[in-house]
T-cell receptor, first 112, second 111 residues
Framework: GDSVTQMEGPVTLSEEAFLTINCTYTATGYPSLFWYVQYPGEGLQLLLKATKADDKGSNKGFEATYRKETTSFHLEKGSVQVSDSAVYFCALILFGNEKLTFGTGTRLTIIP | EAGVAQSPRYKIIEKRQSVAFWCNPISGHATLYWYQQILGQGPKLLIQFQNNGVVDDSQLPKDRFSAERLKGVDSTLKIQPAKLEDSAVYLC?????????FGPGTRLTVT
């Protein structure tokens, strides 16, 4: 079945460090890929998305590129801030199916 | 624009008791979802409604879970009777088409 595998956390970085959170997927078709973020006490928010191979999603300094050849969608940010501390979820949807399949989430903590 | 509202935010019950969660989606969103998020895992879809009809409830444990969306707006999710393994955050999301907007969730603890 369809699945998403995320880098296990927790991840702790110093402010202004470079961030990478790995995400790979298995899908029977051609999925759209998403990164969601969950700040403490809040619901999931869509951070960025990419709908086809080689697309790059970006938002708030975060980027992820849809790599079909490696079935990956790694999340990156060049300089993290304390306010980026949250849980990050990679997810996919297959075309024609609105069901989101999530990874297990990666907790990120940024220390000043 | 108001977001997805859920209540209660927290609930503690004993096993074998019943509990109900409420969700008010964003106005005009035809599709509504209920997810279960167990600690340390990603959200798992329980049920999906399109207006007031069920689209997908394949992952809903129907012996104890039920959900309804009367009039195609608000929705309730019920667990009866609860088990220890039902301890989780229950997330509601709504969608006009495509992107899903999530509520803050209800954290359920079953003791």
């Amino acid at each position: 079945g369809d699945s998403v595998t995320q880098m296990e956390g927790p991840v702790t970085l110093s402010e202004e460090a470079f961030l990478t959170i790995n995400c790979t997927y298995t899908a029977t078709g051609y999925p759209s890929l998403f990164w969601y973020v969950q700040y403490p006490g809040e619901g999931l928010q869509l951070l960025l998305k990419a709908t086809k191979a080689d697309d790059k999603g970006s938002n708030k300094g975060f980027e992820a590129t849809y790599r079909k050849e490696t079935t990956s969608f790694h999340l990156e940010k060049g300089s993290v801030q304390v306010s980026d501390s949250a849980v990050y979820f990679c997810a996919l949807i297959l075309f024609g199916n609105e069901k989101l399949t999530f990874g297990t989430g990666t907790r990120l903590t940024i220390i000043p | 624009e108001a977001g997805v509202a859920q209540s209660p935010r927290y609930k503690i019950i004993e096993k074998r008791q019943s509990v109900a969660f409420w969700c008010n989606p964003i106005s005009g969103h035809a599709t509504l979802y209920w997810y279960q998020q167990i600690l340390g895992q990603g959200p798992k879809l329980l049920i999906q409604f399109q207006n007031n009809g069920v689209v997908d409830d394949s992952q809903l444990p129907k012996d104890r879970f039920s959900a309804e969306r009367l009039k195609g707006v608000d929705s309730t999710l019920k667990i009866q009777p609860a088990k220890l393994e039902d301890s989780a955050v229950y997330l509601c999301a709504s969608s006009p088409e495509g992107e899903q907007y999530f509520g803050p969730g209800t954290r359920l603890t079953v003791t």
